[in-house]
């Protein structure tokens, strides 16, 4: 297993870059990896109060990241990965904040509520959790897809969770009590 992401310099025009060792790739190029690409990635803006952090911390991240997302006010950064785990990173430090183990499958969806208290996974284990984002309890599972979820959205108050999956469905969640709304 390689470990990605350690920062290496700067480039001609003074962005900070980062990439892996160049014999762990057989001697390629390193690439440029700018914080932005994580909101790019996933759709999300960068919050304007996010601190820019030291990207060496990514080394002791997961083996492949499939989403990330940014907490509502920039403080925190969750990511999910094909280790199976969600993990919660301090954005300012780069600190890890703890570590989510419980899915089965490849994580491939994280995001927070809009009230950056709760955020969701979901995972090739055809499961939607939901976690409290202060102490990473395990809110609930929320099950009823038969296959891996690959897309999740909450609604702007925060009250309904969407998920998406390979089985060709889109599901309505309650976040409060996780009650399937609607298929």
């Not at 469905?169 to 609607?182: C, D, E």
């Amino acid at each position: 297993m390689r470990k990605l992401c350690r920062v290496t310099g700067r480039s001609g025009g003074g962005r900070r870059y980062a990439g892996t060792d160049r014999a762990a790739l057989g001697g390629r190029a390193r690439w440029p990896i700018f914080l932005a690409a994580a909101a790019l990635l996933t759709g999300d803006a960068v919050p304007a109060n996010a601190v820019r952090p030291n990207i060496k911390w990514m080394a002791k991240g997961h083996y492949a990241v499939n989403s990330l997302a940014f907490s509502p006010d920039g403080q925190l950064l969750v990511s999910g990965s094909d280790d199976n785990t969600v993990k919660l990173w301090q954005v300012s430090e780069g600190a890890l904040v703890r570590t989510l183990n419980d899915h089965t499958g490849f994580v491939t969806r994280v995001i927070f509520a809009p009230d950056g208290q709760t955020l969701a996974s979901g995972s090739f284990d055809n499961l939607v959790k939901l976690w409290r984002t202060t102490d990473g309890s395990l809110l609930r599972n929320l099950a009823g897809h038969t296959g891996p979820v690959v897309g999740l959205a909450f609604s702007p108050d925060g009250q309904t969770l969407a998920s998406g999956s390979y089985d060709h469905t889109i599901r309505l969640w309650q976040v409060s009590n996780g009650a399937l709304i609607r298929i």
